[in-house]
């Protein structure tokens, strides 16, 4: 194991080929069983419902491995659901769960060897996506689909680590009011590129974006939700329709009232009230929970007192608890891990 040659203690969020990864199309109402495959590349119609009209989604999760040395997953089945809920939205055939958990397991026994060795902060990336392969011309759904899932192991997403990220309140909108906000869509990916190109050429690290109905309230970055901490400790995250319902987000408001006992608050958030926090980090599969320095909004430059140099001592606290049951030094709430057998490994 690990005789990759691979400098584990220092990856970026890049993506790094890996040894295989699964494949199994839809024709005719039905999934084929599915296979994992070496090859990586994909080759469809030049009329493909993903590359004409981006009729696409995807999910992320990771896989961890343990002092022991067993690998683990983090709530897959949460990131099953909702790959099922971005299908519906987007007019795709669901993957049925129990196919996306063996398709997902499978795809990381088979490239165990990528999986980072215990301590050294990277994990292994596993990308679950579900895009139109036949072709289409008119705008209509796709006949044929294809699910694939691959894998790639990381380091942190923000380059410089913990360091507090800059972000500035962004001009352009992620999501319509009734749009696709809450799902896992590429086209809201897509769409979010160059307001990030432009964050970016203003030395920015990420965007802030607005409700975009009234802009007067916080809903997420292009990749990550909110947490934010009030001067009594509590913690408070942005509830809206059109955001992603991160799962990492729902996880950390549970161990913050479960484990840590601290007040918890998901509701709306306006713009104007940030001053009164103390704490900002954004979390996610890639961003873990990376803190926030500080947010620009036009003249104004809004600064989180506890976040400005490092992250925060309630998201620190935050971090090591979920951290540590990732890892099972603590134990997790019933369901949230799920431990691979790598002597089960299929390899077809
Ligand atoms: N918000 C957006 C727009 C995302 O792309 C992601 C990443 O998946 C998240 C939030 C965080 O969600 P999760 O914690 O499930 O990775
Ligand atoms: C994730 O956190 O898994 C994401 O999908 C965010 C980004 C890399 C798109």
Not at 45 to 72: H, M, P, S, W
């Amino acid at each position: 194991m690990n005789n990759l040659n691979l400098d584990w203690n220092n990856l970026g969020f890049d993506y790094r080929q890996t040894s295989k990864r699964y494949v199994s199309n839809y024709e005719n109402n039905s999934w084929d069983e599915g296979n994992l495959t070496e090859d990586a590349n994909v080759v469809i119609n030049e009329c493909a419902g993903v590359l004409q009209y981006a009729q696409t989604c995807f999910e992320g999760l990771k896989a961890y491995r343990r002092k022991d040395g067993k690998i683990v997953l983090f709530r897959p089945d949460l990131n099953a659901e909702r790959l099922e809920e971005s299908s519906k939205r987007l007019y795709m055939p669901v993957v049925p769960k129990e196919k996306f958990l063996e398709a997902v397991e499978q795809t990381v026994l088979a490239n165990a060897d990528f999986v980072p060795p215990y301590g050294s902060g990277a994990t292994l990336y596993i990308r679950p996506y579900i895009f139109g392969s036949g072709s289409v011309i008119g705008v209509k759904p796709d006949c044929k689909f294809q699910f694939r899932v691959f894998t790639t192991p990381v380091g942190p997403y923000f380059k410089d680590g913990v360091k507090p990220l800059s972000l500035c309140v962004s001009d352009f909108d992620r999501a319509a009011p009734s749009g696709t906000g809450h799902v896992k869509a590429g086209l809201n990916y897509a769409m979010s590129l160059h307001a990030l190109q432009v964050a970016h050429e203003n030395g920015f690290d990420e965007n802030m974006y607005l409700d975009p109905q009234t802009r007067s309230k916080v809903e997420e970055t292009g990749g990550a939700n909110f947490i934010f901490v009030t001067k009594d400790n509590k913690v408070v995250t942005p509830k809206s329709s059109t955001i992603l319902p991160s799962i990492t987000r729902r996880s950390l408001m549970y161990v913050a009232k479960e484990y840590l006992g601290l007040e918890v608050e998901e509701r709306e958030v306006y713009l104007e009230e940030l001053n009164d926090f103390v704490e900002c980090a954004l979390c996610g599969m890639a961003a873990v929970l990376s803190p926030v320095g500080k947010v620009t909004n036009q003249d104004e430059v809004i600064v989180f007192k506890n976040s400005s140099t490092e992250m925060g001592p309630v998201s620190k606290k935050l971090y090591d608890t979920l951290t540590k049951i990732q890892m099972g030094k603590i134990e997790a709430p019933q369901g949230w891990i799920k431990v691979l057998d790598e002597v089960v490994e299929k390899v077809s």
